[in-house]
């Protein structure tokens, strides 16, 4: 008799719980319509990053509405890595990486997650970047200045031509007189 007295209890218990579960559940407001996918403000990474890494950080400037920056992440031990991940107007996945990895194909395909070289190039902005096509994340290579500049995703070829199109850089430590056109931070006519 005892063992089913402590199985009814035990049944009861658990049905109390489930009704202080859904009860809580149906407070808590939910907005179905919310936009799952948060942004970030990176400005204040990238300023650190630009004085920090050896080589020119690369950021979008003057992309169209719909661009969204979702993470952000600099880390100077690991070869001055730097990430910023972007969704493009068609909620595509957009990623500007950089490093001063010795290997840069081997920084590549991790960053890409395994694309390989292809004999294909992109003029984009007066640079002439290499091509990379994966089975995940297609990317647009340019070593340039002892680092390798990354732009990689699941967006078309052209809106990866579009953000390595957008990126400007400023010359490593903060020094220099502002952006510039370009990952590789060339000298502007006025410097």
């Known amino acids: 008799m005892r063992g089913k007295q402590t199985i009814r209890g035990m049944f009861q218990s658990m049905a109390v719980i489930g009704v202080v579960v859904a009860g809580i559940y149906m407070l808590v407001p939910h907005d179905e319509n919310k936009d799952p996918i948060r942004t970030v403000d990176y400005r204040v990474e990238l300023v650190t990053a630009q004085r920090a890494a050896p080589y020119p950080v690369a950021a979008p400037e003057g992309l169209g509405k719909g661009w969204r920056a979702t993470s952000v992440t600099f880390e100077r031990e690991n070869a001055h890595a730097w990430h910023l991940?972007?969704?493009?107007?068609?909620?595509?996945?957009v990623a500007v990486e950089q490093s001063t990895a010795q290997s840069a194909d081997k920084y590549v395909r991790e960053v890409t997650?395994?694309?390989?070289?292809?004999?294909?190039?992109?003029?984009?902005?007066?640079e002439t970047w290499q091509y990379w096509e994966g089975p995940k994340y297609d990317a647009l290579v340019l070593t340039a200045d002892g680092s390798t500049t990354v732009v990689t995703g699941t967006a078309t070829p052209e809106r990866l031509a579009e953000m390595a199109a957008a990126l400007e850089s400023e010359e490593p430590g903060g020094a220099g007189g502002g952006a510039s056109a370009g990952p590789s931070a060339k000298p502007s006519a006025g410097s």
């Open 85 to 93: 991940g972007f969704l493009d107007p068609d909620d595509q996945y």
């Open 113 to 126: 997650h395994e694309a390989a070289r292809t004999e294909r190039t992109r003029q984009v902005a007066g």
